[in-house]
């Protein structure tokens, strides 16, 4: 069983910047891949950044150029840098972790909220 635990999360204003973290009790160099989704009320579920054991990695449009995600194998931490915040990238963000497979999570957070105001 792998437990994440998502911080970093609060209110800011438009243009700002915030560093979640999300800390895994296993190894997670041995993970298939890592991330972040978020979830607007009203609104689905969106991939905001997915990192995998070789490094790779992948963002939506909405936050490309923006949003960093990167990972301290050492700590078991992922995180995600998310700099000139919009007021659309309010939402609760949760981490995950791929472990059995190769794309659909098998682990989630708890979701950490991010409010940004205009």
């Known amino acids: 069983q792998v437990q994440l635990v998502e911080s970093g999360g609060g209110l800011v204003q438009a243009g700002g910047s915030l560093r979640l973290s999300c800390a895994a009790s296993?190894?997670?160099?041995?993970?298939?891949?890592m991330g972040w989704y978020r979830q607007a009320p009203g609104k689905q579920r969106e991939l905001v950044a997915r990192i995998t054991r070789g490094g790779s990695t992948n963002y939506p449009d909405s936050v490309k150029d923006r949003f960093t995600i990167s990972r301290d194998n050492a700590k078991n931490t992922v995180y995600l840098q998310m700099n000139s915040l919009k007021a659309e990238d309010t939402a609760v963000y949760y981490c995950?972790?791929?472990?059995?497979?190769?794309?659909?999570?098998?682990?989630w957070g708890q979701g950490t909220q991010v409010t940004v105001s205009s």
């Open positions: 296993g190894t997670i160099f041995s993970f298939n891949a």
């Open positions: 995950f972790a791929v472990v059995n497979g190769l794309s659909a999570p098998d682990y």
